[in-house]
Nanobody, 123 residues
Framework: QVQLVESGGGLVQDGGSLRLSCAASDRTFSSYAVAWFRQVPGKEREFVAGSNWSGWSTNYVDSVKGRFTISRDNAKNTAYLQMNSLKPEDTADYYC????????????????WGQGTQVTVSS
């Protein structure tokens, strides 16, 4: 059972930046696609960004294109989400997840999930 641990969330002002990290517990990570989702209370979990197993292919939800960048370092079993030009509407709990399927924006396709890290963007 792979465990994922997110970190890097926090409070930032409108227009600011944050870098989220997702550390996996073992090398299984390097053979899986990885994605970041986000969720606000009362809403469904939303796909934000995804990467194939190597990182050479990525995809994003339209609302974050040009502002967020997903990357991964398989040698460190870690994925990242660089978030720039943050907006108040980016406020959410952010989760990383792993899947055998890529590309896939459905939460149900993901086998392993982290516990989430909170991002708050103040206006």
């Amino acid at each position: 059972q792979v465990q994922l641990v997110e970190s890097g969330g926090g409070l930032v002002q409108d227009g600011g930046s944050l870098r989220l990290s997702c550390a996996a517990s073992d090398r299984t990570f390097s053979s899986y696609a990885v994605a970041w989702f986000r969720q606000v209370p009362g809403k469904e979990r939303e796909f934000v960004a995804g990467s194939n197993w190597s990182g050479w292919s990525t995809n994003y939800v339209d609302s974050v294109k040009g502002r967020f960048t997903i990357s991964r370092d398989n040698a460190k079993n870690t994925a990242y989400l660089q978030m720039n030009s943050l907006k108040p509407e980016d406020t959410a709990d952010y989760y990383c997840a792993m899947s055998r399927s890529y590309p896939n924006r459905l939460a149900g396709a993901y086998d392993y999930w982290g516990q989430g890290t909170q991002v708050t963007v103040s206006s």
